[in-house]
């Protein structure tokens, strides 16, 4: 919790810096070769409200790079590793200038200077990208070392928990022998504990090694304290076997809430490394969505020009570059799936992941051929709107699992006992691959309203390429779609089994959204 606010501040800075040079480059398109004092009112408008914007986002910078310092001081005892990390990632922000070159920015795009504008954003970007990945990769380093750690406390106290259970066992055998046998009845029932004490009093200095077991520590010394307590009860003459019991007992009590505080921070690291996953991936995608909004705008005044005589040498060179950009963006985007493990196990993201590889290279293919025709951006916006459907998974996704543990808690999982073997939530849970469903369902609806409206004038052969791949795309959603709610019904614990839904509830549908209007856009690919 102590950096996450400065690395989710960081991330914020960055996607809002990438849509305001978004922003610019559009205005940019539209004001070439005008000085300041030739822009329409409505230009200026635009260019005052950038500018502003882009004023704010220097001023939020500014406070970010203060922040990281003083959490820095903050942490330097309990933390020196994050501290440090903090400490660089605003050194960063200060070697670079990241607040300077945002509000330089700001100054160029009201004087209608918005390429040089765009460069300023862009390094003030790629500065902010270097501080978050400083801050990133300490976190990420700080929480695998204690998952470790956890891992290995965990079964020490499962170990230790099993073994002063067969102790309390055998004393309350021997109390039941007492009568019988009289002290005689104990002997023997010291030493156990007293090797029982000795790897408690060890397990005491694994936790407290480390800063993020020490809370941890307190809990297994009482037990040791305790086990002290029955091991002099046991040795005393006579035996005084109600307090020796009472000191067990204690010491398991003590044991298991030293276990259950280690789990509860194991799942908590756990959840912090999802969130920064969710965070990296989502980062990523908003820059492919950039990236495919860029294509599309260059696009566009092509296939506006082909419409009306056909494509020249000069517009087939520039689809062509247009082209290779296109088919870059297919790449990383594929890239993206195979590197991140978490992903590849889902399936409704693997689909979407499907979807945006097809529709990108049939775009590419098209550029490359200078084919320039509404197909084109179609697929592109096909495009555009995958990437945004997986950028709201990962949203909802993140929502979900904080809506679970509003206070950071993870949720509690299998009631207590049991050990480690717990299987950690998914990257993206199946009510929020389920939204994805519904986002690709509208992008098929889509497709094929926009095939009909394309006019005579396009080829027919297309247009039935159009509509099969969208019927196509609802039958694999279908099938999906039923795997999901079987799955969302049983993590409900068995509410709304198929068959029994509401009527008129589309079962294939979340049934939180209207079923009517699709979200998605098209998602053409032929």
Do not use: C
């Not at 978004?22 to 200026?44: K, N, S």
């Not at 993201?349 to 990108?360: G, N, P």
């Amino acid at each position: 919790q102590d950096s996450w606010a400065q690395r989710r501040a960081l991330e914020r800075l960055a996607e809002d810096q990438a849509q305001l040079r978004e922003r610019t480059a559009e205005l940019d398109r539209q004001t070439t070769g005008r000085g300041a004092e030739e822009l329409t009112p409505e230009q200026r408008r635009q260019a005052q409200d950038l500018a502003r914007q882009q004023e704010e986002l220097a001023q939020r910078a500014n406070e970010a790079v203060a922040n990281l310092q003083q959490q820095a001081e903050r942490l330097s005892q309990n933390d020196p590793a994050m501290s440090q990390a903090l400490r660089q990632a605003a050194q960063e922000g200060q070697r670079s200038q990241v607040s300077q070159q945002m509000q330089q920015a700001a100054q160029q795009v009201r004087e209608n200077q918005q390429q040089q504008a765009q460069r300023s954003q862009q390094r003030a970007e790629q500065a902010i990208q270097q501080m978050l990945d400083q801050v990133r990769d300490a976190q990420r380093t700080r929480d695998a070392t204690l998952r470790r750690e956890l891992a290995s406390l965990v079964q020490t106290l499962e170990t230790l928990i099993a073994d002063q259970r067969t102790q309390i066992t055998r004393l309350e055998e021997a109390r039941a022998a007492q009568a019988n046998a009289g002290d005689a009845a104990f002997a023997g029932l010291d030493a156990p504990m007293i090797r029982l004490n000795t790897a408690t009093l060890a397990a005491v200095d694994q936790a407290a090694g480390s800063g993020g077991t020490r809370s941890i520590a307190q809990s297994i010394r009482g037990a040791a304290q305790a086990q002290t307590q029955a091991i002099s009860a046991l040795r005393a003459a006579p035996v005084d076997a109600e307090s020796a019991d009472q000191g067990e007992r204690a010491s398991l009590q003590r044991l298991e809430k030293a276990l259950e505080e280690a789990r509860t921070q194991a799942q908590q690291a756990a959840q912090r490394d999802r969130a920064r996953q969710r965070a990296e991936l989502r980062q990523a995608y908003q820059a492919l969505l950039v990236r495919q909004e860029q294509l599309r705008l260059q696009t566009e005044p092509l296939v506006v020009a082909a419409s009306e005589r056909a494509p020249d040498r000069r517009a087939r060179s520039v689809a062509r570059q247009v082209g290779d950009e296109q088919e870059k963006l297919r790449v990383d985007a594929s890239d993206l799936l195979k590197q991140n493990a978490g992903l590849s196990e889902l399936s409704v993201m693997v689909l979407a992941h499907r979807r945006l590889d097809e529709a990108a290279a049939a775009a590419a293919a098209q550029l490359r051929e200078a084919q320039l025709g509404p197909l084109l951006t179609i697929r592109q916006t096909g495009a555009m709107r995958t990437l945004q459907s997986l950028i709201d998974a990962l949203d909802e996704a993140q929502r979900e699992e904080e809506f679970r543990t509003p206070e950071g808690r993870p949720q509690e999982q299998g009631g207590g006992g049991g050990g480690g073997g717990q299987q950690e939530p998914p990257l993206v849970p199946p009510l929020a691959e389920l939204k994805v469903l519904r986002r690709l369902q509208g992008d098929a609806l889509t497709a094929t309203r926009d095939a009909e409206a394309l006019g005579p004038n396009v080829d027919a052969a297309l247009r039935r390429a159009v509509v099969q791949d969208a019927t196509q795309l609802q039958r694999e959603l279908a099938t999906q779609a039923q795997s999901l709610m079987e799955k969302v019904t049983r993590e409900q614990g068995g509410a709304g089994q198929p068959g029994n839904q509401p009527q008129g509830q589309r079962q294939d549908l979340p049934q939180d959204q209207p079923q009517d209007q699709p979200q998605g856009g098209p998602g053409v690919q032929p």
